[in-house]
């Protein structure tokens, strides 16, 4: 190959290079899904006579999480719903409220920012949402909050 041709080669792939990289800095990050499956059966401790089921979906940029919760088919109006710190089959304490008694209503959304210890439980399955009524104050539903 000719050295003129070589330089116009290797310019081109400089400048393609450069192209490439501007782009992906640029783009802006889509996120991490996050999502749960909420049942009955992975309440924990077992509540009596619930039968609902619901979904917690969501979306993690760097520390912030932007999320919605669903559910149908409670034994009675939903009192609250969180984000607990634990393992599938252990009770935990609360970490994030999600929602209570006036607000609690299936499709509530909103945004949180996780401190990194609760990023760090995300990513190792210790983190899970529950939602609570009266007649199930402990929770009714429950699922494992996992990357999707």
Known sequence: M???KLVAVFAALAIACVALAGAAGAAPTAGTKVSAKLTVKAEVPAPKGGKGTGAFTGTLTGSKLVWKLTW???SGPANAAHIHLGKAGKAGNV???LCAAAT???G???TVTLKPALLKALKSGGLYVN???VKNAAGEIRGQLAEA
Do not use: L
Request: glycine content about 6%; overall charge positive.
């Open 95 to 97: 970490v994030v409220p």
């Open 72 to 74: 149908t088919k409670m």
């Open 104 to 106: 609690c209503k299936s």
């Open 108 to 110: 509530v959304h909103g």
């Open 2 to 4: 000719k050295p003129i």
């Open 131 to 133: 939602v609570h009524t």
